[in-house]
């Protein structure tokens, strides 16, 4: 079974630094997604930014980048110029892309930003 | 577009009391969640629709919970005896598309204590 870990429980960065949250994933399947959803203090979960297993290339959404190592099973986001906005809850989630399309979730990381 | 709307956002019962959380998912989105999201941990998704049928309820506690969605739009979980172990907060999700390339949108959710 697939397993999704997120070691950091805890965030801290100054406003406007760079910050790398970590994610680590098992699984035995060669193509799958992976996603960060950031879950604010109202509670709605929202993507953030997704990849593709099959994808060498990294994801980037704005201030927010991936960087995935398949074969080290690892991936981290890395939010830059960190705003207050980015005060969240942020999980990590993968999901196959052969069947079973249910989402496998981290505990997730709280990230405070520092004014 | 609205967005996927939950209800009531807090609600507060005794254990062995019974309670009811709704949702209803953006318009034309077939395919709708039910996710438990305890302090701490990610989502584990409790049941799967897909307009009116069940894809998915492995881990949907049969003896105590149950959800339906009529005509394929609305739904509701209910809870029945509730436990101490059941205070987390329910997400609802829903998406159009199934499969590889789906996109989840998720409601705010419903926080359940139970006392």
């Known amino acids: 079974a697939q397993t999704v870990t997120q070691s950091q429980p805890e965030m801290s960065v100054q406003e406007a630094e760079t910050v790398t949250l970590s994610c680590t994933y098992d699984?035995?399947?060669?193509?799958?997604?992976l996603f960060w959803y950031k879950q604010p203090p109202s509670r709605q979960m929202i993507l953030v930014i997704r990849?593709?297993?099959?994808k060498q290339q990294n994801a980037t959404e704005n201030r927010f980048s991936v960087n995935f190592q398949k074969a080290a099973k690892s991936f981290s986001l890395k939010i830059s110029d960190s705003q207050l906005g980015d005060a969240a809850m942020y999980f990590c989630?993968?999901?196959?892309?052969?069947?079973?399309?249910?989402?496998?979730w981290g505990a997730g990381t709280k990230l405070i930003i520092k004014p | 577009e609205a967005g996927v709307a939950q209800s009531p956002r807090y609600k507060i019962i005794e254990k062995r009391q019974s309670v009811a959380f709704w949702c209803n998912p953006i318009?034309?989105?077939?395919?709708l969640y039910w996710y438990q999201q305890i302090l701490g941990q990610g989502p584990k998704l409790l049941i799967q629709?897909?307009?009116?049928?069940?894809?998915?309820d492995s881990q949907l506690p049969k003896d105590r919970f149950s959800a339906e969605r009529l005509k394929g739009v609305d739904s509701t979980l209910k809870i029945q005896p509730a436990k101490l172990e059941d205070s987390a907060v329910y997400l609802c999700?829903?998406?159009?598309?199934?499969?590889?390339?789906?996109?989840?949108?998720f409601g705010s959710g419903t926080q359940l204590s139970v006392l």
């Open positions: 699984t035995s399947e060669s193509d799958y997604y």
């Open positions: 318009s034309g989105h077939a395919t």
């Open positions: 989630a993968y999901r196959s892309a052969n069947s079973n399309y249910q989402l496998i």
């Open positions: 629709f897909q307009n009116n049928g069940v894809v998915d």
């Open positions: 999700a829903s998406s159009f598309l199934q499969g590889q390339n789906e996109k989840l949108f």
């Open positions: 990849q593709e297993a099959y």
